[in-house]
């Protein structure tokens, strides 16, 4: 990763449809997990979503590195609306953990109707935040 830091390898705008477009070549290789490295900027978030939404979740967890100060935390979110992901923001002063889903805050947003006191709602509420974040996040 500091290599490809310190040597700027790539360029800007991230085209999320080519990953897509492996997805869907590779659709029937049973990969499980996919995992990003991107500058992290994007602009075809809206194309993606509506790509992937036709088909079935093709993976169980989702990682993204963002690399670089400016960075759209955006990037991996089409693959990841529907399962676990994690997505780290790299720099110069190594690796940080900005956004994160659990398989634990899927299942808590999933008992949302059975919610009937508030303290039930705030032993969840973060994990309710979480999916709910991770719908919206990068639609206008």
């Known amino acids: 990763m500091n290599t490809f830091i310190s040597k700027k390898y ?3 705008d991230t085209l999320a449809m080519n990953i897509v477009n492996l997805i869907k070549e590779n659709i029937n290789e049973g ?3 996919l995992i990003i490295a991107t500058d992290g900027e994007i602009e075809d978030i809206p194309e993606c979503d509506k790509e992937l939404k036709s088909m079935k979740q093709p993976f169980s967890f989702v990682k993204t590195y963002i690399i670089g100060k400016e960075a759209n935390l955006s990037v991996g979110v089409p693959f990841s609306r529907n399962c676990p992901y994690q997505t780290i923001l ?3 002063n ?4 900005k956004l994160s889903k659990t398989e634990l805050d899927i299942q808590s947003y999933n008992k949302i109707d059975t919610i009937s006191e508030y ?7 973060q994990s309710l935040y979480k999916c709910i974040f991770a719908r919206v996040i990068g639609k206008k």
Do not use: H
């Open 119 to 125: 303290s039930e709602f705030e032993d969840i509420y």
């Open 31 to 33: 990969f499980d997990n």
């Open 10 to 12: 790539g360029n800007e």
């Open 90 to 92: 790299v720099d110069e």
């Open 94 to 97: 190594g690796e940080n953990m």
